[in-house]
């Protein structure tokens, strides 16, 4: 069947249409109801249901082939009658074939952002291993051992060495910058963290995070609350309202939840925010002395905050998503709706 669907492929790409009665060919041959794709189409009810997805994707990007070519044909037909009017001089000043071009991801296109908005107050991008020890992910941030936290975040262990994990979140590269030479630090690292949780509209095994970290030395909780705030203005817009809300990370101490006012229904209340008019989207903290003693930085010298969020939660607030799964499964239909962002 797949061999089918090339072949047919093959003789649209190399088709060519000199007179309408070429195009009117080409057309009952491959575009009407009638057509060799119209045909496969029907032939879907006999295809195993594993298979229909696949299947159904082929003749889709077949059909869509088949449309296109058909409207160069008609263009290139058109052409050669103006330019035959036209005794034979190209018109130069005609536009070009249309190009169709991709869209931004929605994922990518929040991370670029807020990338920018922190670049823009002075901090840098770093980045680190998806792969990592114990120590990075979690005991260097004062999990302790047989912790209750460690618990919370659903590890994946690699079976062959339980020392190796998939790491849970991005501050594993918070500690591998500490520990990397003399503060002041002041960075954000984006990228792909892994829980073990069942794949639903609301949790996903693999998504995205951006977390921050400042240390210097006087660095303070208003340093924190301020930067955040800026963040949730240059995200949302000025109206945003921002509350912090007392929390706990092992990492941080105080710690704060970071709630603004829901996008969706702006504070009157709904389904997003639970009624409540608010929508979490961050945590963030004093970063520890146990931390900062862990990752050989004197605590009695220099202080810091550090801050996380999801990726996928600041989309789902700027896009409307409802749906996590939507962000990888690859349909062009949802992907298509991102087309003006850059
Ligand atoms: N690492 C935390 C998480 O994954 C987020 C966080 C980062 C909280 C830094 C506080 C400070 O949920």
Redesign the pocket.
């Known amino acids: 069947m797949k061999e089918k669907v090339e072949n047919i492929l093959d003789e649209i790409k190399s088709f060519k249409a000199q007179t309408q009665d070429e195009l009117e060919q080409y057309r009952m041959k491959f575009i009407s109801k009638k057509s060799v794709i119209g045909e496969l189409f029907g032939e879907m009810k006999n295809i195993p249901n594993e298979e229909k997805k696949a299947f159904g994707m082929q003749i889709n990007t077949l059909k869509e082939a088949a449309q296109s070519k058909f409207k160069a044909l008609i263009a290139g037909l058109e052409q050669s009658k103006d330019s035959a009017a036209d005794n034979d001089h190209e018109d130069l000043t005609l536009p070009s074939a249309g190009n169709s071009l991709g869209a931004v991801h929605p994922l990518t296109y929040v991370r670029n952002e807020i990338i920018r908005i922190f670049e823009r107050i002075g901090f840098n991008v770093s980045d680190g291993p998806e792969i990592e020890d114990d120590w990075h992910n979690f005991t260097a941030l004062n999990f302790p051992e047989n912790h209750p936290a460690r618990e919370m975040q659903d590890t994946f262990f690699i079976e062959k060495n339980p020392d190796m994990l998939l790491r849970t979140?991005t501050?594993n590269v918070q500690t591998r910058l500490m520990n990397s030479g003399k503060p002041p630090f002041r960075s954000i690292m984006p990228g792909r963290v892994y829980r073990n949780e069942a794949i639903s509209a609301r949790a996903h095994c693999v998504f995205h995070?951006v977390?921050g970290i400042y240390v210097d030395k006087e660095v303070s909780f208003v340093d924190l609350k301020q930067t955040l705030y800026h963040f949730a203005k240059e995200m949302f817009g000025k109206d945003t309202e921002v509350r912090y809300r007392p929390s706990y990370?092992p990492?941080?101490e105080p710690?704060a939840e970071i709630d603004i006012s829901c996008q969706i229904c702006k504070g009157d209340g709904c389904q997003l925010c639970k009624y409540t008019g608010w929508v979490e989207i961050a945590?963030?903290?004093m970063v520890d002395p146990n931390v900062l003693s862990n990752c050989n930085i004197d605590p009695e010298e220099y202080t810091g905050f550090?801050?996380?969020m999801g990726i996928e939660r600041i989309a789902q607030l700027k896009f409307r998503v409802n749906d996590l799964r939507l962000y990888t499964e690859n349909d062009v239909r949802f992907l298509k709706q991102f087309r003006t962002l850059h």
Do not use: D, N, P
Request: aromatic share 22%; hydrophobic share 30%; charged share 5%.
């Open positions: 979140h501050s995070q977390e990370f990492f941080t710690s945590g963030s903290g550090a801050f996380g």
